[in-house]
């Protein structure tokens, strides 16, 4: 409930934020438009009947007044014969404004009462009107003309028209503009409401997803069907979530490989203490015994040291000691420290050291020691049954490359690519915590250089340590 809650906000936000400003500029528009056609509607109505007035004015201005009998006559006449008395009322007035004559019929005295006349007889010019009638209340439109004879004001010209039907044009006009700025906004409306869905729907899954491996189902994969930005969102979050039940499941594996290496080692000394403490042995069994012990000291001190290195690694505290430092020297001790050990297993260690390499390299001695006698031992746990080990040095233009090659049953080609991942030890029954190789390929790349794995041609297991050579200036 929480979740939708919290979708139900994005989508919210997103309607008031984006949509709510578009629809509210759309509702103004609306309403600019309909003022303005209203406006425009009146005002071509007002010009029309000025027009008129206009034109009649004119026409009695020049033609009918050359005295009161010519005037009253063609008056009635015009009034008789105005083409347009259906929707146009044509009224003559007196200088005090009051009614003469009128196409409707109206009785002679009637007062209009309407602001126009009076700014006419004041002015003398052409005046409109937009209102009320004063004696009906109906909506009504009016042009006044003056009349004159001799420069004086005799009589006016008044056009009066209702506005029923021109509010019926705009009120139908202004209808057309809020049907279609409503249309408008629901479409707006439904295609942003598409939109966010499609937004709300993949984040929804994400969280949901995410929500179950914070809770530790880890491995979960959502179904990827998007082809935008959400494609490469839920393909990294599957990748993270393969990625974490992949380190959770090697975590889980390297604890139970751990706990069986320290046990083993453990018991073998525990064994041989006790042994040691309640038998008379002889002597041979006693350097026998005592040998067993120191060698699986042995073991669980480097177990214990790559332990440390990796916790080292995981929180920041791993550094390098680094100083020019003869790459040839340290290799040759490795290869003697270990010399004697492979043969007592009837391993043969090779190396030709024939070649001088006097260029140093900037390092950690001991880190780089440190590789190297991990590599060989893995070289001899994992390839010993080849019962060969041939180390070489040499020069490739500006690095110095170390390749260890046993003759064993080599690396199962789909292991290869996570062969230096922490914890993953692949199909490989021997004996270790999985980290070495992962502490070494850390130590390698802080010196600049690269550690490669693959299978040599013929068979078994080549490692090679690519170390930059110090550049001389």
Aim: aromatic share 8%; glycine share 8%.
């Amino acid at each position: 409930m929480k979740q939708r809650l919290k979708i139900r906000g994005l989508r919210k936000r997103w309607m008031m934020n984006s949509v709510g400003p578009v629809v509210l500029i759309l509702a103004l528009i609306a309403v600019f438009c309909s003022v303005g056609i209203g406006n425009l509607y009146y005002n071509s109505a007002l010009a029309s009947l000025k027009a008129k007035a206009s034109a009649g004015g004119d026409y009695f201005n020049t033609y009918s007044m050359k005295s009161y009998n010519e005037y009253y006559r063609n008056a009635s006449l015009y009034a008789a014969t105005f083409d347009d008395s259906d929707r146009i009322e044509l009224q003559f007035l007196n200088p005090y404004g009051r009614i003469e004559m009128s196409t409707r019929g109206l009785l002679a005295g009637t007062a209009p009462n309407t602001p126009e006349v009076e700014r006419t007889l004041q002015t003398g010019e052409i005046e409109v009107f937009r209102g009320r009638d004063p004696h009906t209340g109906e909506q009504i439109l009016t042009a006044c003309a003056p009349l004159q004879f001799n420069g004086t004001i005799v009589g006016l010209m008044r056009y009066v028209t209702s506005a029923r039907q021109l509010a019926r044009e705009v009120a139908l006009a202004v209808w057309a503009i809020v049907g279609a700025t409503a249309v408008i906004c629901v479409l707006l409306t439904l295609s942003s409401l598409l939109f966010i869905n499609s937004v709300v729907a993949p984040v929804a899954a994400v969280t949901e997803a995410a929500k179950k491996i914070s809770s530790g189902s880890y491995g979960v994969q959502i179904p990827n069907y998007y082809h935008d930005e959400m494609q490469e969102l839920v393909s990294n979050i599957n990748d993270m979530s393969l990625k974490i039940g992949q380190s959770e499941k090697m975590q889980t594996e390297f604890i139970s490989s751990v706990s069986h290496e320290l046990r083993t080692p453990l018991t073998a000394i525990n064994g041989w203490g006790e042994t040691l403490l309640e038998d008379e042995m002889d002597t041979e069994q006693l350097r026998r015994g005592v040998s067993i012990i120191v060698k699986e000291a042995r073991r669980l001190t480097n177990m214990v040291e790559e332990l440390l290195e990796f916790s080292k690694m995981q929180d920041g505290r791993f550094t390098l000691q680094v100083e020019s430092m003869d790459l040839q020297a340290e290799l040759e001790d490795a290869v003697y420290t270990y010399h004697q050990l492979f043969q007592q297993d009837g391993i043969t260690l090779e190396y030709d050291g024939e070649e001088l390499y006097t260029d140093p390299i900037i390092g950690d001695s001991e880190r780089i020691k440190q590789v190297l006698c991990n590599l060989l031992d893995n070289a001899a746990k994992h390839g010993g049954s080849g019962k060969r080990i041939v180390v070489s040095m040499q020069r490739v233009e500006d690095e110095y490359h170390i390749v260890i090659r046993d003759f064993g049953p080599g690396i199962p080609e789909a292991e290869l690519p996570f062969i230096k991942q922490k914890f993953y030890k692949g199909s490989s029954k021997a004996r270790g915590s999985g980290i070495g190789l992962a502490v070494c390929d850390e130590i390698v790349e802080r010196h600049g250089g690269t550690l490669t794995i693959a299978n040599a041609e013929g068979g078994g297991t080549q490692v090679t340590v690519a170390l930059p050579i110090e550049e001389h200036g």
